[in-house]
């Protein structure tokens, strides 16, 4: 029975399959599909030297509290950060005092409830408040920055170059493609998906003025940005990488005596 | 089951008089793993991924439960709760990363056992029980991985629950009832994120009872081996403790360094970005792709592209992408050599390694956007899958003229074996 059927139901999905591949090959000679804007213009997010990157990188601590200075100076005002709590910040260096000042002096306050009256109210955050929600009213929907630099391809880099990649949309591109021009109230951004981003650009040079005295430049601040959401997407990043040498470590010794013993049992049996 | 000259467990202990007389467990254990188990003495490296699954599994659960006790199964906070596992469970994230990259171990180790079956055919007579059991714990484990994969209800997530229940409405009539009711709604939703998380939790230990009754039919005939000739003697057996527990021991090293390397250096690596944004229903991604250890299915789903007849083109792909699965039930009928290792079968073993490239360019097609090229090479390859399993093997088994084999294991170890002197050359005795 199954030598019989077997190979009719064989025949079956093969001749199925050749057919869809005959049909789908005599449309793609016929009308090849013609590249597209994106796939021609699209760029890959640029090299970008982060302190960690590799497998020992850490983070900067100055840095990321410089990238921390531009999310709370420039992005906060559009993008939530939703996972992060105040508490959280200890971990760039600040100290508690700092943590609470910053979470206090928080311009967007949580909101509060009385169960008795019902009425809805403001307080000042603590450090256990995670950043409050942001609403934005106008165009696009910025996305919550939190997991960003997970949730892209090369995600670090990605962020870097986005910020930096604004241009005039190439003519090379609006030769070829006449109704791919860049539509009102969007911005040219060869690193963006599909090339045209709703954020006009936030940073330029000198958008902030870093406390540490560092010169910010729009390569600077977008590093300091991205290497900052590094970490509000990885915070464990440098316990990880910690933990995964000594793990190594310990299994390279196991394995070699496991090694050893295998062929201590094995001895007399080849 | 054993071989006669099995080692019998003689517990010593009083206690373990005692336990052995009320509850023979260690005994079990003992004619299982242990020394009374006499195995082949010419397993190579390729025979430790069955214990290496198991370990997999055992990972998986140890990790799921506990990652279970964080987790919360409703679309409203699911993926807030996996990023408090990240971000404030001590370990938790740790523990996430050892269970999201253990269910692509636990795949890379059950995939390099289905394709050792594959090289020595250890499907065939007297172990086809033991193929057939193993083919029903990969359908559990496809299951159960993808609605894992749903649970931490990021774009992927849900997406990937969108599609693939999306494919029951390819069945005629009953179809579109049945994906909602599968689904317990018209798209995945609370519902089924609840559902999923039920059988999430309880197909693994369905996959353990498999797995039990996997190793109990192992046990009937014991282990093939690399020469597929099977055990005469017991100088052709070793005791499976200490030789193979050691083997099996630097095996398992190995394998937890590679491991542990990627859940510690490159965790996300496997998966996809687009799931560490939350499930939106209103923005559907680019590219909806499954996990890789699904890539080669779904290259054969999305083959058909265009109606075949009076099929549509959708219902084929349902159809030949459960096919491709459900055809390994059937091996053992369809290899009708009798002779079972590839060592010895030199055209079967070119068609081996043909499959082998085919399976990898069809995982390739299938983790890639479904753009013309890569349909059209999957369409071929999905043709010589077909046409590899149901009308290559049948026709080579026939016409094949296979090596000479070894007269035993001992002698295929040993390059003699005083006993096939004997029988083979009496007159020289």
């Known amino acids: ?270 | 089951m054993s071989f006669p000259w099995a080692k019998e467990y003689n517990p010593s202990q009083p206690f373990m008089v005692w336990l052995d007389e009320k509850l023979p467990l260690p005994r079990f254990v003992y004619n299982a793993i242990g020394a009374g188990y006499p195995v082949p003495r010419n397993l190579n490296y390729m025979w430790n991924f069955g214990i290496l699954a198991g370990f997999a599994l055992v990972l998986q659960i140890v990790t799921g439960v506990i990652l279970a006790m964080h987790y919360a199964a409703n679309a409203g906070v699911a993926f807030d709760s996996v990023e408090h596992i990240m971000r404030d469970v001590n370990w938790g994230w740790a523990l996430r990363y050892a269970h999201a990259n253990g269910a692509s171990a636990f795949f890379v180790v059950v995939y390099t056992h289905i394709f050792r079956g594959f090289f020595y055919s250890s499907y065939k007579a007297p172990r086809e029980m033991i193929w057939l059991l193993g083919v029903v714990i990969f359908l559990l484990m496809m299951a159960t991985a993808f609605m894992g994969y749903v649970l931490p209800w990021g774009q992927m997530s849900f997406w990937g629950a969108k599609v693939i229940t999306g494919l029951f409405s390819a069945i005629p009539l009953i179809g579109e009832p049945l994906q909602q009711w599968l689904l317990g709604g018209f798209a995945p939703d609370n519902a089924a994120l609840n559902r999923f998380f039920s059988l999430h939790f309880l197909l693994p230990f369905v996959i353990l009872g498999v797995i039990i009754l996997h190793v109990w039919a192992l046990h009937i005939p014991g282990s093939s081996n690399p020469t597929g000739v099977e055990v005469k003697t017991e100088s052709d057996t070793v005791p499976f403790h200490p030789y193979y527990t050691a083997k099996d021991g630097f095996g398992l090293g190995l394998f937890l360094l590679i491991y542990f390397a990627v859940v510690f250096f490159a965790p996300n690596a496997l998966g996809h970005p687009d799931n560490y944004i939350a499930a939106n229903p209103l923005s559907t991604p680019a590219h909806i792709v499954p996990e890789w250890y699904f890539w080669p299915f779904y290259a054969i789903l999305r083959a058909f592209t265009a109606d075949f007849f009076f099929i549509p083109a959708k219902l084929m792909g349902v159809l030949a992408m459960f096919s491709a699965i459900l055809v390994w039930f059937f091996l053992p009928w369809l290899d009708t050599s009798p002779v079972r290792s590839g060592h010895y079968r030199p055209l079967f073993r070119k068609f081996f390694y043909l499959i082998v490239i085919d399976v990898l360019v069809l995982g390739y097609c299938g983790g890639s956007p479904a753009e013309t090229k890569y349909v059209l090479i999957s369409q071929i390859g999905a043709t010589y899958y077909f046409l590899h399993f149901l009308v290559i093997l049948p026709i080579v088994s026939s016409i094949e003229k296979p090596a000479p084999l070894p007269f035993s294991i001992t002698e295929s170890v040993l390059g003699k074996d005083e006993g096939a002197v004997l029988t083979a050359n009496p007159a020289a005795a």
């Open chain 1, 1 to 270: 029975m199954v030598r019989l059927f077997g190979p009719l139901v064989g025949l079956f999905f093969a001749v199925a399959l050749l057919w869809s591949f005959g049909v789908g090959l005599v449309q793609a000679i016929r009308e090849p599909e013609a590249a597209t804007a994106i796939q021609l213009f699209h760029k890959a997010p640029e090299e970008a030297d982060f302190s960690f990157n590799g497998v020992f990188g850490k983070f900067e601590r100055p840095q990321l509290q410089r990238g921390f200075q531009i999310y709370q100076q420039v992005c906060a005002n559009c993008h939530s950060l939703k996972q992060v709590a105040f508490r959280d910040l200890a971990a760039l260096g600040y100290n508690e005092a700092e943590v609470k000042a910053i979470a206090k002096n928080w311009p967007t306050k949580a909101k509060t409830f009385d169960p008795k009256t019902g009425d809805a109210g403001e307080r000042a955050n603590t450090p256990a408040d995670h950043f409050p929600p942001v609403y934005y009213a106008g165009t696009g929907n910025p996305p919550d920055l939190s997991l960003i630099t997970k949730a892209r391809h090369e995600g670090p880099e990605y962020v870097a170059s986005l910020l930096q990649g604004y241009t005039e949309q190439p003519a090379a591109l609006l030769k070829q493609f006449p109704d791919a021009k860049t539509p009102e109230g969007l911005h040219y951004n060869p690193y963006f998906a599909n090339l045209n981003i709703a954020m006009p650009p936030p940073l330029t040079d000198d958008a902030v003025t870093y406390s540490d005295g560092t010169k910010a430049t729009l390569k600077q601040e977008s590093e300091d940005v991205a290497a900052f959401l590094t970490w509000t997407a990885e915070p464990k990043l440098e316990k990880r990488r910690q933990t995964g040498w000594a793990v190594v470590g310990f299994l390279l010794v196991a394995t070699v005596l496991a090694y050893l013993a295998k062929k201590n049992v094995w001895a007399n049996a080849h």
